[in-house]
T-cell receptor, first 114, second 116 residues
Framework: GAGVSQSPSNKVTEKGKDVELRCDPISGHTALYWYRQSLGQGLEFLIYFQGNSAPDKSGLPSDRFSAERTGGSVSTLTIQRTQQEDSAVYLC????????????FGPGTRLTVT | AQKITQTQPGMFVQEKEAVTLDCTYDTSDPSYGLFWYKQPSSGEMIFLIYQGSYDQQNATEGRYSLNFQKARKSANLVISASQLGDSAMYFCAMREGQTGGFKTIFGAGTRLFVKA
């Protein structure tokens, strides 16, 4: 079956512009995560969706960041008024319901803010 | 507070030897899960092994085993018979139970270099 997909794979944008990053999780997976990974660094948790529950937004670094998940499936991460420090790889992952909840990751979107 | 600690930024191992990658964690939740992921230079994240907090035995998956010491809150990854293809970043991660909202957090990672 298809894995997690993300689009675009690369995005170059000018400082101050808004960007939207898309994630298509594995069909039937109930949980969806967004992470940010700066070059050579670990994964920084951003936001987590679980079924119909309110998302855990505790990792969003500022109010310029927001995310939605429509119909319990596709998710969009939006970054408004991008800054150079937003440059990173944005990874999406999904997990199925029921344990052990290992995450299946997409290939990531590499965002470069110039 | 740091909940997942990987103290080894980089490790070297000779091909065919075993290597242990350290991970300690901190949680007050009695129910949690521990994971190890591999990230090769290609950037993909690959799930390796899982250990549940209530599991009595250490998890094993092929050449990977998890040395789970609950009282010490450590979950070290052991890779036996290292191969050149094992060269990658390795991340330890923890999913807390209900009190943590089931979200998963990652350590800073350990870069493993396998020498021929």
């Amino acid at each position: 079956g298809a894995g997690v997909s993300q689009s675009p794979s690369n995005k170059v944008t000018e400082k101050g512009k808004d960007v939207e990053l898309r994630c298509d999780p594995i069909s039937g997976h109930t949980a969806l995560y967004w992470y940010r990974q700066s070059l050579g660094q670990g994964l920084e948790f951003l936001i987590y969706f679980q079924g119909n529950s309110a998302p855990d937004k505790s990792g969003l670094p500022s109010d310029r960041f927001s995310a939605e998940r429509t119909g319990g499936s596709v998710s969009t991460l939006t970054i408004q008024r991008t800054q150079q420090e937003d440059s990173a790889v944005y990874l999406c992952a999904s997990t199925q319901s029921g344990g052990p909840y290992e995450q299946y990751f997409g290939p990531g979107t590499r965002l470069t803010v110039t | 507070a740091q909940k997942i600690t990987q103290t080894q930024p980089g490790m070297f191992v000779q091909e065919k030897e075993a290597v242990t990658l350290d991970c300690t964690y901190d949680t007050s939740d009695p129910s949690y899960g521990l994971f190890w992921y591999k990230q090769p230079s290609s950037g993909e994240m690959i799930f390796l092994i899982y250990q549940g907090s209530y599991d009595q035995q250490n998890a094993t998956e092929g050449r990977y085993s998890l040395n789970f010491q609950k009282a010490r809150k450590s979950a070290n990854l052991v890779i036996s018979a290292s191969q050149l293809g094992d060269s990658a970043m390795y991340f330890c991660a923890m999913r807390e139970g209900q009190t943590g909202g089931f979200k998963t957090i990652f350590g800073a990672g350990t870069r493993l270099f396998v020498k021929a």
